[in-house]
C-alpha cells in the first residue's frame, strides 16, 4: 500500500510538473493560453499566490532593513556633528574664560601698580563648620608666596590669607575665619578699628569689626577697608560693608557686623599680594 501511494505521489508530480512546462512553451513559443495553459494555471495558482506574498514578505523585511541601516548611518553621522560641536562649544568656553582671565590680570596690574603680586586659582573649597578657607594652585615651588600674604580678587577686594605654603597648593584662610584679622578704616571717616573673623558670624557668613573710637559714626552700608596698620596689608584693600553697630555684651565699647564684598563660591582667580608700598 505504502509502495502504491509512493508511485502514485510520483505519478501526479510528472504530472503537473509536466502540465507546468507544456503551459510555458504554449505561452512563450505560441503566444497562446490554451487549455492546456489554463489548466495549469489554475493548478499552480496557489503556488504562485504562495510565492507572490513570500516574495513580498522578504521585500518588505530587505526595505526596512535598508530603512534601519540608512537611519543608523544618520543617526551616527548627527552623533559626530554634535560631539564635535559640543567639543568647540567647550574649547570657546576654556578660551573665553582664560581671556576673562589675562584682562583681570592686566586690569589689576594697571589699578595696582604699588604691587608685586602673583596669580593663582581656587582648587578646592575646605571651609567647615568650624574654619572658613580654599586651596589655591601655587606654593613655594612654583610662586614667590610666604605665609601672611593678603589674597584678593583683580577688584582689589580682600578675601583672606595665606595661611600655609605647601610645594605645588597653598591654604588660604578667608576674612570669615576665626584666624583672621587686619587694621581697618571706615568709609571716609577713618578711626581705628581692628576687622576679625568670629565663630558665631562666621556661620551668618559675617565678619566682626571692633570699633576702638566711641565717638566714630558708623552707617549702614558704610564701606570698611584696611588701614595698612602693621603692614600685613596695604591701605585701601575693600574688605566689606558694614551690616549692622551693636554694643558689646559687656557694654564697654561698640562692634558692628560686616558683610564680605564678594561670596567665595562666585570667586574663581585670585591675585597673592607678595609685596607692596607702604603709604603713610
Do not use: C
Not at 63 to 70: L, N, P, V
Not at 76 to 103: G, H, P, V
Amino acid at each position: 500500500m505504502k509502495t502504491f501511494l509512493t508511485k502514485k505521489t510520483i505519478l501526479i508530480a510528472s504530472i503537473a510538473v509536466l502540465i507546468a512546462i507544456t503551459a510555458i512553451v504554449s505561452v512563450n513559443v505560441f503566444n497562446s493560453s490554451g487549455p492546456v495553459t489554463g489548466l495549469a494555471n489554475a493548478v499552480t495558482r496557489p503556488v504562485r499566490s504562495l510565492v507572490t506574498q513570500v516574495a513580498r514578505v522578504f521585500e518588505s523585511i530587505y526595505s526596512s532593513a535598508y530603512r534601519y541601516d540608512a537611519l543608523m548611518a544618520k543617526h551616527e553621522e548627527t552623533l559626530k556633528a554634535y560631539n564635535e560641536l559640543r567639543q568647540n562649544n567647550q574649547e570657546s568656553i576654556d578660551l573665553a574664560a582664560e581671556n576673562d582671565r589675562l584682562r583681570a590680570l592686566l586690569g589689576f596690574r594697571e589699578r595696582h601698580t604699588g604691587y608685586e603680586h602673583e596669580p593663582a586659582e581656587i582648587k578646592d573649597k575646605t571651609g567647615s563648620n568650624w574654619s572658613s578657607s580654599f586651596v589655591i594652585d601655587i606654593g613655594s615651588s612654583n610662586s614667590s608666596i610666604v605665609r601672611g600674604n593678603g589674597v584678593v580678587t583683580e577688584q582689589g577686594i580682600l578675601i583672606g590669607q595665606i595661611s600655609e605654603v605647601g610645594a605645588t597648593t597653598s591654604t588660604v584662610v578667608s576674612v570669615l575665619d576665626t584666624t583672621f584679622a587686619a587694621g581697618a578704616r571706615i568709609g571716609d571717616g577713618g578711626g581705628i578699628a581692628t576687622a576679625k573673623g568670629d565663630f558665631a558670624l562666621m556661620r551668618a557668613g559675617l565678619l566682626m569689626l571692633d570699633v576702638f573710637d566711641d565717638e566714630l559714626i558708623i552707617l549702614h552700608g558704610d564701606s570698611v577697608m584696611t588701614s595698612g596698620d602693621g603692614g600685613v596689608f596695604p591701605a585701601g584693600l575693600l574688605v566689606g560693608e558694614v551690616v549692622e553697630v551693636l554694643r558689646h555684651p559687656t557694654g564697654v565699647g561698640r562692634y558692628a557686623t560686616v558683610k564680605p564684598m564678594l561670596d567665595l563660591d562666585t570667586v574663581s582667580h585670585v591675585f597673592i599680594i607678595t609685596d607692596f608700598e607702604l603709604t603713610d
